[in-house]
């Protein structure tokens, strides 16, 4: 094997058969607790539609938050067999969730067009998240209002295995999309880990 053979590992790339199948990659708790720290203007009332084992939903819980977990798969925890991209109710609160990452744009969509105007919709996402044609047209809906960049790298693990993880390679953030808003983004950062 040669260096370029190695090189989509050392860079955090994962090829496609190495690739978890729904693209399940929990989230560190550390993702949320740390970033409650920096007081974001999260609404009581939360629904975490892609809450795979819980991580992110019972770091919520435990900040005292209302939260509504649901997930199209049974991963555990939530309920399972809600399809978020499918759902049609409206709901009263914020949406927060780490999606699948080829289903961000549509999950960011999905959740504005669900919540009232103020509310919003927080993504866990890469830093990279920022990049791509395919991703202007929501970029260009001017709702994206805060980009919250962590300055420590932060692990999500395949199927959840923090254990198969080993250092953290990926700059992730929280894309602050804000029914209603209308405007040019502003970048903030947050501690991403203890300090």
Same mark, same amino acid.
């Given at each position: 094997?040669g260096v370029?053979?190695?090189?989509p590992?050392?860079?955090?790339?994962?090829?496609?058969?190495d690739?978890?199948?729904?693209?399940?990659?929990?989230?560190d708790p550390?993702?949320i607790?740390?970033f409650?720290?920096?007081?974001?203007?999260i609404?009581?009332?939360v629904?975490?539609? !892609? @809450?795979?084992?819980?991580?992110m939903?019972?770091? #919520?819980?435990d900040?005292n938050f209302? +939260?509504?977990?649901?997930? =199209?798969?049974?991963?555990?925890?939530g309920?399972?067999g809600?399809?978020?991209?499918?759902?049609e109710?409206?709901?009263?609160g914020?949406?927060?969730t780490?999606?699948?990452f080829?289903y !961000? @744009?549509d999950f960011?969509?999905?959740?504005?067009? #669900?919540i009232?105007e103020?509310?919003? +919709?927080?993504?866990?996402? =890469?830093?990279?998240f920022?990049?791509?044609?395919k991703?202007q047209?929501?970029?260009k809906?001017?709702?994206?209002k805060?980009?919250y960049?962590?300055?420590?790298?932060i692990?999500?693990?395949?199927?959840g295995?923090?254990?198969?993880?080993?250092?953290?390679?990926?700059?992730?953030a929280w894309?602050?999309?804000r029914?209603?808003?209308?405007?040019?983004p502003?970048?903030?950062?947050?501690?991403?880990?203890e300090?």
């Amino acid at each position: 094997m040669g260096v370029y053979d190695k090189l989509p590992m050392m860079v955090g790339a994962l090829s496609s058969h190495d690739r978890e199948e729904n693209d399940f990659y929990a989230t560190d708790p550390i993702s949320i607790t740390s970033f409650l720290k920096e007081n974001p203007p999260i609404a009581y009332k939360v629904w975490e539609p !892609a @809450c795979g084992n819980g991580n992110m939903a019972k770091a #919520l819980i435990d900040a005292n938050f209302e +939260v509504v977990a649901t997930d =199209k798969y049974d991963r555990g925890f939530g309920q399972s067999g809600i399809d978020f991209l499918k759902c049609e109710d409206p709901f009263d609160g914020d949406i927060i969730t780490n999606p699948p990452f080829k289903y !961000a @744009c549509d999950f960011a969509e999905k959740g504005l067009s #669900l919540i009232k105007e103020g509310h919003a +919709v927080w993504l866990f996402m =890469k830093l990279q998240f920022l990049e791509g044609t395919k991703r202007q047209q929501l970029f260009k809906r001017k709702e994206l209002k805060t980009v919250y960049v962590s300055v420590r790298r932060i692990k999500c693990a395949i199927n959840g295995d923090f254990n198969a993880v080993g250092a953290p390679v990926m700059a992730y953030a929280w894309y602050e999309f804000r029914k209603g808003y209308n405007g040019d983004p502003v970048i903030k950062w947050f501690n991403g880990g203890e300090t």
